[in-house]
């Protein structure tokens, strides 16, 4: 079973930085397929990302994935308010622990 | 528009039982396959259970083997997921997920998720 760890544990950052979010795989994943999700207090979480680097449909383009085998990385250009939240990364049956972007 | 919605959550004793439901409308039901996942008070999503589109393959969590069981009626356009033997551990918010692709094969994603229903478990 793959195990995915995600870093940093917690982001703090001003609007309109940029975040980038690491998730690490235990074995290579096959064909990319790896997904990020975006969760807020009180919701679902909410599809960013999948296949690495494909945005899901009404996602803005300041969300950008990357990445293959091991190592995959989640982009936040110019960080919104409405971007503070927690983001995890997700493959097969496994969630990564999550990364919590708060404000500075 | 897709939606999906969970009811059923409540408060239970330990070694009670639940029945959850899903109810999905906006898509073809009987055609995705669908996984409950749960997230315990302050922590991260954990994958409990899934189902193939006709309900012919389920696949269970360690954790969670031989105490809950997933099912679908596809002419209702729900999902389902009965816990039994509950344990303080189980106490959590459980949401349906719709899938994109084969997680049994490694290659899948979830593309909507419910608001999810609230399980408590007191001893």
């Known amino acids: 079973e793959t195990v995915l760890t995600q870093s940093p544990g917690t982001l703090s950052l001003s609007p309109g930085e940029r975040a980038t979010l690491s998730c690490r795989a235990s074995?290579?994943?096959?064909?990319?397929?790896l997904a990020w999700y975006q969760q807020k207090p009180g919701q679902g979480p909410r599809l960013l990302i999948y296949?690495?680097?494909s945005r899901a449909t009404g996602i803005p383009d300041r969300f950008s994935g990357s990445g293959s085998g091991t190592d995959f990385t989640l982009t936040i250009s110019r960080l919104e308010p409405e971007d503070f939240a927690v983001y995890y990364c997700?493959?097969?049956?496994?969630f990564g622990q999550g990364t919590k972007v708060e404000i500075k | 528009e897709v939606q999906v919605s969970e009811s059923g959550g409540g408060l239970v004793q330990t070694g009670g039982s639940l029945r959850l439901s899903c109810a999905a409308s906006?898509?073809?039901?009987?055609?995705?396959?669908m996984s409950w996942v749960r997230q315990a008070p302050g922590k991260g999503l954990a994958w409990v259970s899934g189902?193939?589109?006709?309900?012919?393959?389920?696949y269970y969590a360690d954790s969670v083997k031989g105490r809950f069981t997933i099912s679908r009626d596809n002419s209702k356009n729900t999902l389902y997921l009965q816990v039994s033997s509950l344990r303080a551990e189980d106490t959590a918010i459980y949401y349906c997920?719709?899938?994109?692709?084969?997680?049994?094969?490694?290659?899948?994603?979830?593309?909507?998720w419910g608001q999810g229903t609230l399980v408590a478990v007191s001893s």
């Open positions: 189902i193939s589109a006709t309900g012919g393959s389920t």
């Open positions: 997920a719709k899938h994109v692709g084969y997680c049994s094969e490694g290659s899948c994603y979830f593309d909507y």
């Open positions: 997700h493959h097969s049956w496994t």
């Open positions: 296949g690495a680097s």
């Open positions: 074995q290579s994943i096959s064909n990319s397929y």
């Open positions: 906006g898509f073809t039901f009987r055609s995705s396959a």
